[in-house]
């Protein structure tokens, strides 16, 4: 069984929150600011556009936080919620936690323009991991261990949250693709690895591959 000591948590650390809203489970995120081992959590109480997301005592939540290359899953229930002079809520202490696998080997279709700084072209990515990409472009991008300064926008569900993401990106691989159809002009195909993501994009990368592994789109080295 998974203890909390596993998850390894600190202090500042990022985690999804996810409340019933009817029919709907809507997801926000929220920050540890403090825990009682055995007794309760303390974590800021989530926002949106400006303003606190309602939430009361007594509400059953269920909180997700990515550590290392697992995802961890727990249950608790709001104790208390303070508003003033500081927003945070007093949760209790998680007692079954599931734990998932998320290697970085796993990647996941997609299909998201991408824009290249200095580039005169885009082009779209059409899978990702957590540290790395691939490309699609009209034209070479770069040589093999080039860099590139890439942005690109995806949804986080299910709350259809736009997210926009901007890192450094050095190429891996670089091959050229079949035509497809005769007389059609090449493209190629870039594999490329995220160098620098700040933690809070990086917990939404690892979201969307996490959603994405969920509705069945992994793909295999």
């Known amino acids: 069984m998974t203890s909390f000591d596993d998850i390894k ?33 303390l974590m800021k109480i989530p926002f949106e556009h400006g ?16 550590s290392g290359m ?3 899953t727990f249950v608790c229930t709001l104790e ?63 040589e093999v261990d080039a860099k590139l300064a890439l942005s690109f926008t995806f949804q986080i569900k299910p709350t259809n949250q736009d997210v926009r993401l901007e890192t450094s990106a050095t190429i891996r691989s670089l091959r050229e693709l079949p035509a497809a159809k005769k007389g059609a002009p090449a493209r190629f195909s870039h594999g490329v690895s995220f160098d620098d993501i700040d933690p809070t994009n990086q917990v939404m990368l690892q979201n969307l591959v996490y959603e994405s592994l969920l509705g069945g789109q992994s793909k295999s080295e």
Do not use: C, W
């Open 9 to 41: 948590l600190q202090v500042g650390t990022r985690l999804q929150i996810m409340l019933k809203r009817g029919a709907r489970q809507v997801i926000y995120y929220t920050t540890l600011i403090g825990y009682v081992s055995g007794e309760y959590l």
């Open 80 to 142: 208390s919620v303070y508003l003033s002079p500081r927003f945070y809520m007093h949760l209790t202490f998680p007692v079954e936690i599931q734990a998932t696998a998320l290697r970085k080997a796993v990647r996941v279709r997609v299909d998201l323009p991408v824009q290249i700084k200095g580039a005169t072209q885009g082009g779209s990515i059409t899978d990702i991991s957590v540290d790395g990409a691939q490309i699609t472009a009209d034209s070479a991008l770069g």
């Open 70 to 72: 697992n995802v961890f």
């Open 51 to 66: 303003l606190s997301v309602p939430i009361l005592a007594g509400e059953h939540v269920t909180l997700r936080v990515f």
